[in-house]
């Protein structure tokens, strides 16, 4: 598996997330490349996340942050394709 290099942080938080948003696509396709199903790629990728939310926020900060989620899954925030962009 090979993936691209992040450029030096350019300190604009948009940018920044644009561009961890196109290396998790990248480390994706790598996945699945190797056989991995999306299922298996999608959950383990969530778990590690969840940890470093927490890591990064504490538990009672984390969890507000994931009940926030939550609603964003229900209200079609995560379905639409322009989230990406």
Known sequence: MTLSA???????P???????IAFMLEA??????AGIE?????RA??????MRIVEE???EDAARF????AKGVQS???????VLN
């Open 76 to 82: 079609g925030y995560y379905t639409r394709g322009d």
């Open 28 to 33: 994706f396709d790598a996945g699945r490349e």
């Open 6 to 12: 992040p450029s030096p942080s350019t300190s604009d």
């Open 66 to 69: 994931l009940r926030t989620s």
């Open 38 to 42: 999306n299922h298996a790629l999608s």
């Open 14 to 20: 948009e940018s920044d997330r644009r561009e961890a």
């Open 45 to 50: 990728a969530l778990f590690q996340s969840i």
């Open 57 to 59: 926020l504490g538990e």
